[in-house]
């Protein structure tokens, strides 16, 4: 069965500090990688995604990821973290394996960013 | 502003009663996907439609069903209500039914079951 772990439950940084958000993935095929954040009393909101091609991604609000595939790992990076990225952080994987085409995601890490 | 649309906000019910969840997708959007949020579950696909047919099931209860009309928008309907399902319920969208389609979620309803 398809899936994907997110190893920490929260991540705290400071303030113009790098962080980085750990996300690992087990497929049966090509994995198709998201990321996707939520703040509170809100939606998901799309960051980035990774297809094929050039192994680290860029995405929205400065974020980036790299896709390591003898790891199986799609860490998500940002150079200098600021207090507003302070949210819940949700690595998601497509399900290749069922019909359709479903996320399937981690549990969530909590991005906590203090000034 | 994700371009995807759910009402209500939040629901409030008693067990036992059936509620229904509104989705209205992007526009051009024929995928729409259901999700549920719980404290104790995470994020869990229930299931998908596209272009009016249901796609794909994931983990959705006996009493739970959905459908999407002609005009794309999709429902969600909750039955015989228990404590549990008290959750975040989303709605996503996305062009086609594609693997490499990005998803994009509404703001969701919030469920209270007392």
């Known amino acids: 069965a398809q899936s994907v772990a997110q190893p920490e439950d929260q991540v705290n940084v400071a303030e113009g500090n790098p962080l980085t958000v750990k996300c690992t993935y087990s497929v049966s095929g090509n994995p198709y990688l998201f990321w996707y954040v939520q703040y509170p009393n809100r939606g998901l909101q799309f960051l980035l995604k990774?297809?094929?091609?050039?192994?680290l991604v860029k995405g929205s609000y400065g974020f980036e990821a790299e896709f390591n595939k003898s790891q199986t790992s799609f860490h998500l990076k940002k150079p200098s973290a600021l207090v507003s990225d302070s949210a819940l952080y949700f690595c998601?994987?497509?399900?290749?394996?069922?019909?359709?085409?479903?996320?399937?995601f981690g549990k969530g890490t909590t991005l906590s960013v203090s000034s | 502003d994700s371009g995807v649309t759910q009402t209500p906000k939040h629901l409030i019910t008693a067990t036992g009663q059936r509620v229904t969840l509104r989705c209205s997708p992007r526009?051009?959007?024929?995928?729409v996907y259901w999700y549920q949020q719980s404290l104790d579950q995470g994020l869990q696909f229930l299931i998908q439609y596209y272009n009016g047919e249901e796609r794909a099931k994931g983990n959705i209860l006996e009493r739970f069903s959905a459908q999407q009309f002609p005009d794309l928008h999709s429902e969600l309907n909750l039955s015989s209500l228990e404590l549990g399902d008290s959750a975040l319920y989303f709605c996503a969208s996305s062009v086609r039914d594609s693997f490499t389609d990005t998803q994009y979620f509404g703001p969701g309803t919030r469920l209270t079951v007392l």
């Open positions: 998601a994987v497509r399900d290749t394996d069922q019909a359709g085409t479903a996320l399937i």
């Open positions: 990774y297809i094929t091609g050039d192994n």
């Open positions: 526009s051009g959007d024929l995928s």
